[in-house]
């Protein structure tokens, strides 16, 4: 069966510092990954998602970027956070192709909170 | 562009009383329309999905949705209220325009039962 892991779980930064929050599918082949952000009171709103090895589409401009070394490890990065950076950062996986029914499978997500 | 109204961003209801969150929905197609369930610091687990064919979805805990597409609504139900369905539910439609299956959140409803 297919799994996904997010890490680490909880991050507290200072405003300024780097950000590296990764994520990892296993038990499944060239997936769909995505990078969700929830604020509260705001629902989930898409950051990035890629299709493939190097593929990266971003949905909305912002401080932090993403990318993808190897097929199932999605990875999303900042080199200076804001206070607005803080939120719960969720990863998701898709099929792809005839496989795909539509839905996104969801990591336990990681908090991040910006000081 | 598709996107999604969840009516109340509270409701509350007694231990075995019916529970209703309501979802609107706008698409230009066919959509296909998804429920999922949130517990406190943790991912997003999917209810039930409709993905045109039958149009009432039966889905897991006992929860059901019914597609009507006169009324772009897509309202998830449950007869009988048990204090573990307390959570935040979010209701999505699914973009599948730009390669990759993108899902579009509503803000989400957050459920409280009481004794």
């Known amino acids: 069966s297919q799994t996904i892991h997010q890490w680490p779980a909880t991050l507290v930064q200072p405003v300024g510092s780097p950000l590296s929050l990764e994520c990892t599918v296993e038990?499944?082949?060239?997936?769909?990954l995505y990078w969700y952000r929830q604020a509260a009171g705001r629902g989930l709103q898409l950051l990035f998602y890629s299709v493939g090895i190097g593929q990266i589409s971003s949905e909305v401009p912002q401080n932090l970027s993403a990318s993808r070394p190897q097929d199932r490890q999605f990875i999303l990065s900042s080199k200076k956070l804001l206070l607005s950076d803080s939120g719960f950062y969720l990863c998701?996986?898709?099929?792809?192709?005839?496989?795909?029914?539509?839905?996104?499978?969801f990591g336990e997500g990681s908090r991040l909170t910006v000081l | 562009a598709q996107s999604v109204t969840q009516l109340g961003s509270h409701v509350s209801v007694s231990e075995g009383a019916l529970v209703l969150l309501r979802c609107n929905y706008s698409s230009s197609v066919p959509p296909y329309l998804f429920w999922y369930v949130q517990y406190p610091n943790q991912g997003l687990q999917l209810l039930l999905k409709y993905t045109s064919a039958a149009t009432l979805v039966k889905g897991i805990n006992g929860f059901e949705a019914e597609f009507k597409k006169s009324e772009t609504s897509f309202h998830l139900t449950k007869p009988s209220a048990h204090m573990s369905d307390a959570a935040e539910y979010f209701c999505?439609?699914?973009?599948?325009?730009?390669?990759?299956?993108?899902?579009?959140f509503g803000t989400g409803t957050q459920l409280k039962v009481e004794l």
């Open positions: 999505a439609v699914s973009d599948w325009k730009g390669g990759g299956n993108k899902l579009t």
């Open positions: 998701a996986w898709s099929l792809t192709g005839g496989a795909n029914t539509g839905e996104l499978f």
């Open positions: 038990g499944t082949s060239n997936p769909n």
